[in-house]
């Protein structure tokens, strides 16, 4: 009995699942922290400067959370109507935000208090940001109108209006002080130097553009709009690269890594995808439980935050490497610590190992002392950290090996019946685990047959379980007829194009 080996469970790899190194780099988040804001979350930006404080813009106020805060740190909250869009300057001491009302406010991070209000847009104003040269502001609104101000004078400097429907999305140039990118509702982008009076360059990009985004290059750009997500060399005067559509619903936000090397885009139908910079193929995908209008990645990635129709923002953290630390700096074994912390292990030494016991789960002590009947009760009663339909069929497959499972199965009451049926209709389809609880339903047939007819409960169970084996019987013939017939059909390709096997050898001498 000392040689006893307990059950082995048996694990099954998840079908269509692949590790790459992206899952295990976008995988390697906390449990996320759920905050409610007081509105759908429009805006999400992170300031430039440590700590990466982030500006949540949301109903009529803008929240300033630090990294590990689930409270406001500052609120900014002189709005009459809903604020749009607050973002940092480039040094984070500045924020500016557009608004419902039509103007434009720009706020020290330090007070509470606009320091300037930049009047001249007659309709919501959406978009706003700083150029690059840190003293002038771009603001675009529902209007159609495009504005460049002055941060010292509050004064407009140019206006552009040349978008034929609301002006919902915008970015800024990090490279040249003088371009901008605005997108719209008609369907185009269009790139502004505040050099010239027009727009330079115009790109279709076939829906109402809902996010834009330069690369930190500056000579390529993305856009988001309907289902699709687009990007187009600004050096090839606009030329599309690629077209993808991997949403079913429209896409509302962009963002890219710390790297530059992954694209996220954020949309309606709950999902985040990750994509490759290089492949434009999808690498990741997260999912959330409502419908997505802001994402935004902090310094190095470190933090993930989305923010929803929901009002609900979402913060995801990286996880750090604490056990390997700690495994670093834990002291030395005892063998080691009496010969010295230098000292070097040689051929002639006998290391004495401690035997190492093995703590056996309740099924296994219980099949050790042969009782089967506690040990298949003891497989569905298991613990949480353990439970799963592996632990419960590898316990059934053990109890038939040893010639043992009809009497485990045997003198049931009719709770206990039930949650055996319960197990077997679940589970009985699904081809990891068909061979064993096949002959499991067997086993309870030829046993409980006789008492048919004396429960409803049952009764009704073991018609639902003969319809499942019924199905799955017609399923399985209809998949042998298709591949019969593409058998067939391969067979007679075959013979249609036959191998030129003389044309080979002629070409290989």
Same mark, same amino acid.
């Given at each position: 009995?000392? =040689?006893? #080996?307990?059950?082995?469970?048996?694990?099954?790899?998840?079908?269509?699942?692949?590790? /790459? #190194?992206?899952? &295990?780099?976008?995988?390697?988040?906390?449990?996320?922290?759920?905050?409610?804001?007081?509105?759908?979350?429009?805006?999400?930006?992170?300031?430039?400067?440590?700590? *990466?404080? *982030?500006?949540?813009?949301?109903?009529?106020?803008?929240?300033?959370?630090?990294?590990?805060?689930?409270?406001?740190?500052?609120?900014?909250?002189?709005? #009459?109507?809903?604020a749009y869009c607050a973002t940092y300057r480039d040094d984070g001491n500045l924020l500016v935000a557009g608004c419902e009302e039509g103007s434009v406010?720009?706020?020290?991070?330090?007070?509470?208090?606009?320091?300037?209000?930049?009047?001249?847009?007659?309709?919501?104003?959406?978009?706003?940001?700083?150029?690059?040269?840190?003293?002038?502001?771009?603001?675009?609104?529902?209007?159609?109108?495009?504005?460049?101000?002055?941060?010292? $004078?509050?004064?407009?400097?140019?206006?552009?209006?040349?978008?034929?429907?609301?002006?919902?999305?915008?970015? /800024?140039?990090?490279?040249?002080?003088?371009?901008?990118?605005?997108?719209? *509702?008609?369907?185009? !982008?269009?790139?502004?130097?505040?050099?010239?009076?027009?727009?330079? +360059?115009?790109?279709?990009?076939?829906?109402?553009?809902? $996010?834009?985004?330069?690369?930190?290059?500056?000579?390529?750009?993305?856009?988001?709009?309907?289902?699709? %997500?687009?990007?187009?060399?600004?050096?090839?005067?606009?030329?599309?690269?690629?077209?993808?559509? =991997?949403?079913?619903?429209?896409?509302?936000?962009?963002?890219?890594?710390?790297?530059?090397?992954?694209?996220?885009?954020?949309?309606?139908?709950?999902?985040?995808?990750?994509?490759?910079?290089?492949?434009?193929? %999808?690498?990741?995908?997260?999912?959330?439980?409502?419908?997505?209008? $802001?994402?935004?990645? @902090?310094?190095?990635?470190?933090?993930?935050?989305?923010?929803?129709?929901?009002?609900?923002?979402?913060?995801?953290?990286? #996880?750090h490497e604490e056990r390997e630390a700690f495994h670093r700096k834990r002291r030395p074994a005892y063998r080691t610590f009496v010969k010295g912390r230098?000292?070097?292990?040689?051929?002639?030494?006998?290391?004495?190992?401690?035997?190492?016991?093995?703590?056996?789960?309740?099924?296994?002590?219980?099949?050790?002392?042969?009782?089967?009947?506690? @040990?298949?009760?003891?497989?569905?009663?298991?613990?949480?950290?353990?439970?799963?339909?592996?632990? /419960?069929?590898?316990?059934?497959?053990? &109890?038939?090996?040893?010639?043992?499972?009809?009497?485990?199965?045997?003198?049931?009451?009719?709770?206990?019946? $039930?949650?055996?049926?319960?197990?077997?209709?679940?589970? %009985?389809?699904?081809?990891?685990? @068909?061979?064993?609880?096949?002959?499991?339903?067997?086993?309870?047939?030829?046993?409980? +047959?006789?008492?048919?007819?004396?429960?409803? !409960?049952?009764?009704?169970?073991?018609?639902?379980?003969?319809?499942?084996?019924?199905?799955?019987?017609?399923?399985?013939?209809?998949?042998?007829?298709?591949?019969? +017939?593409?058998?067939?059909?391969?067979?007679?390709?075959?013979?249609?194009?036959?191998?030129?096997? =003389?044309?080979?050898?002629?070409?290989?001498?």
């Amino acid at each position: 009995m000392a =040689n006893y #080996k307990p059950v082995v469970i048996q694990s099954f790899p998840k079908l269509g699942e692949k590790v /790459t #190194k992206d899952t &295990l780099y976008w995988k390697n988040y906390k449990a996320p922290i759920q905050i409610k804001e007081f509105g759908a979350v429009n805006k999400i930006d992170f300031s430039p400067i440590p700590p *990466y404080n *982030y500006a949540v813009t949301a109903s009529s106020r803008i929240h300033i959370y630090g990294r590990y805060s689930q409270e406001p740190i500052k609120t900014f909250s002189r709005f #009459k109507d809903i604020a749009y869009c607050a973002t940092y300057r480039d040094d984070g001491n500045l924020l500016v935000a557009g608004c419902e009302e039509g103007s434009v406010r720009l706020f020290d991070i330090g007070g509470r208090a606009p320091l300037r209000q930049f009047e001249g847009h007659t309709k919501a104003v959406h978009v706003v940001g700083f150029l690059s040269d840190k003293y002038r502001i771009v603001s675009g609104a529902d209007d159609y109108t495009s504005k460049v101000w002055d941060v010292s $004078s509050a004064s407009e400097i140019v206006s552009y209006k040349e978008h034929t429907d609301y002006v919902r999305c915008g970015c /800024t140039s990090k490279l040249n002080a003088d371009i901008f990118v605005t997108g719209s *509702y008609d369907h185009t !982008v269009k790139v502004f130097d505040t050099r010239t009076e027009k727009s330079v +360059m115009t790109i279709e990009h076939g829906q109402p553009v809902e $996010s834009i985004n330069l690369f930190p290059s500056g000579g390529l750009l993305v856009t988001a709009g309907g289902r699709y %997500v687009k990007v187009w060399d600004i050096l090839k005067g606009g030329q599309l690269l690629v077209s993808l559509r =991997n949403h079913h619903k429209t896409v509302t936000c962009l963002c890219l890594s710390s790297s530059g090397q992954r694209l996220l885009s954020g949309s309606l139908d709950r999902h985040v995808k990750v994509y490759s910079t290089t492949s434009y193929k %999808v690498v990741h995908s997260f999912n959330y439980d409502a419908s997505i209008l $802001s994402l935004a990645l @902090a310094p190095e990635d470190e933090m993930l935050v989305v923010g929803m129709t929901s009002g609900i923002l979402n913060v995801k953290h990286r #996880k750090h490497e604490e056990r390997e630390a700690f495994h670093r700096k834990r002291r030395p074994a005892y063998r080691t610590f009496v010969k010295g912390r230098n000292y070097m292990p040689k051929q002639e030494d006998f290391f004495v190992s401690k035997p190492v016991r093995t703590h056996l789960k309740k099924y296994d002590k219980l099949l050790k002392s042969f009782q089967v009947s506690k @040990a298949l009760d003891a497989a569905f009663q298991a613990p949480r950290k353990w439970k799963s339909p592996e632990v /419960t069929v590898a316990v059934m497959h053990e &109890l038939s090996r040893r010639g043992t499972l009809k009497n485990a199965l045997a003198g049931r009451d009719e709770k206990q019946l $039930s949650l055996l049926l319960t197990f077997l209709i679940r589970h %009985v389809t699904d081809t990891r685990f @068909a061979p064993v609880l096949i002959n499991v339903a067997e086993v309870i047939i030829d046993i409980y +047959m006789p008492v048919i007819g004396q429960s409803v !409960v049952i009764d009704k169970q073991f018609v639902k379980l003969q319809n499942l084996v019924e199905k799955e019987i017609d399923y399985q013939q209809e998949l042998l007829e298709v591949l019969g +017939m593409m058998d067939a059909l391969f067979a007679t390709m075959a013979r249609k194009n036959p191998t030129p096997l =003389n044309e080979n050898k002629t070409d290989g001498l």
